[in-house]
């Protein structure tokens, strides 16, 4: 089995075991996106730079003991999500330039418990559809068949995990947004309400 096939449970637990490091698994995760990414086109932005230096801190942090089960797991972020010093578009020239000052929480909560940040994820523009066909920057394919949608609004997030190009991605999610393209790439839609 490869590496990017592999679940976030199974990546996890190989970490913890000192099997792989998270530098190798997000040279994999990125070997993965230049390998199909053109064809699928699930990124706006892809950070092959900031993973691997966030991968090489949590080897530091995994040597020291300090740990958790997502210290080095590379995943993908929809890019509606702010991210503190990497560009969030929405995918929408309105903000194609822009560059946040501050994280999401959530980013910040994934941030802190080391997770490795592969790039951001496309979706229709302003999470306004369900398809990822009306994005600024272009359509998201389905992985299983790049002649049909992943779904949106959070498509390219679905299409990301589907095709091995990080062990989890967020989404976000007011009418269907992740439930209907988790479905459509065949992957698990997880919604959390707090």
């Not at 979706?123 to 949608?149: I, K």
């Amino acid at each position: 089995m490869e590496l990017h096939e592999l679940t976030l449970t199974q990546v996890s637990a190989k970490l913890a075991a000192g099997e792989i490091s998270s530098v190798e698994l997000t040279q994999a995760s990125l070997a993965q996106i230049a390998a199909h990414e053109p064809q699928v086109h699930a990124f706006v932005t892809v950070d092959a730079e900031g993973a691997l230096k966030a991968a090489a801190d949590a080897d530091a942090l995994r040597k020291a003991g300090k740990a958790g089960p997502l210290t080095g797991v590379p995943i993908a972020l929809k890019d509606n999500l702010s991210t503190r010093g990497l560009r969030t578009t929405c995918s929408s020239k309105m903000l194609e330039p822009y560059v946040p000052p501050f994280d999401a929480t959530v980013v910040a909560k994934l941030r802190a418990a080391g997770a490795v940040f592969v790039g951001k994820t496309n979706l229709d523009e302003f999470a306004m559809g369900s398809s990822t066909e009306n994005s600024a920057f272009g359509v998201t394919h389905n992985p299983w068949n790049l002649d049909r949608v992943p779904g949106g609004s959070s498509g390219g997030s679905a299409a990301a995990a589907a095709a091995g190009f990080g062990f989890g991605a967020l989404g976000s999610d007011t009418g269907g947004s992740i439930r209907q393209p988790a479905s459509l790439v065949g992957v698990v839609g997880l919604i959390v309400v707090k």
